[in-house]
């Protein structure tokens, strides 16, 4: 049975593998961000989602400025504690941003992308800001989609990724979702593989 222990402001939820460790700080130990932090644990506990956790640290902020972001320290905020699904695509999402930034084949990865798509539409909403960042997004929000179809099948993967596209990212979204072939061979050619497959 998993127990948790809350310190001032850090959770750990030991579990079998050092691998699976996830290590929680809550910015300010609130009721959303506790909240927020079991519905994580409980989403971890159903779905097994160790092969898509590569930074151990999690960081929870309430504080409605707050957007999600991976580096230096992931960090989640506390908008969907009403939706399971939402918040594992955000934490999967975030998550696969350490995952390509520390693969081998990143650098490769983006000169395909950006021979794929020689003109992103690269300010925010619709791109991520910056056209480098923008080429990364495409694969890392493929391969949250990529992610979400196994967890939680092709209905909800699809309504959860219609959603982002209304939300943010509009024109990263609609092409993951138009461009599918292409982009999961450019995954598989360069070993972008995460998840329970690999």
């Known amino acids: 049975m998993e127990e948790t222990k809350l310190t001032t ?8 593998s050092d691998s699976a460790l996830l290590d929680f700080e809550l910015k300010h130990g609130d009721s959303l961000e506790v909240q ?5 644990l409980k989403l971890n506990s159903t779905y097994g989602l160790e092969p898509w956790i590569f930074t151990n640290k999690i ?29 594992m695509a955000t934490l999967i999402h975030e998550q696969l941003h350490w995952f390509v930034s520390g693969h081998p084949s990143k650098e ?13 539409v690269t300010e925010f909403p619709y791109g991520s800001g910056g056209e480098i960042d923008t080429h990364y997004h495409i694969m890392i929000c493929y391969l949250e ?11 909800k993967a699809l309504q959860v990724i219609s959603f ?12 993951i979702l138009e461009d599918q072939l292409r982009l999961e061979k450019l995954a598989s050619e360069m070993d972008l593989v995460p998840g329970p497959t690999k």
């Open 9 to 16: 402001k850090t959770v750990r939820n030991p579990s079998s």
């Open 59 to 87: 960081a929870i902020d309430s504080d409605f400025r707050t957007v999600p972001h991976s580096h230096p320290v992931l960090t989640l905020n506390t908008r969907h504690t009403k939706d399971d699904e939402l918040l």
């Open 164 to 175: 982002w596209q209304q939300d943010h990212y509009h024109w990263i979204y609609e092409t």
């Open 108 to 120: 490769k990865v983006l000169n395909k992308l950006q021979v794929m798509y020689p003109k992103p």
């Open 145 to 155: 989609y990529k992610g979400l179809k196994q967890l939680i099948g092709e209905l």
């Open 36 to 40: 927020t932090m079991e519905q994580l």
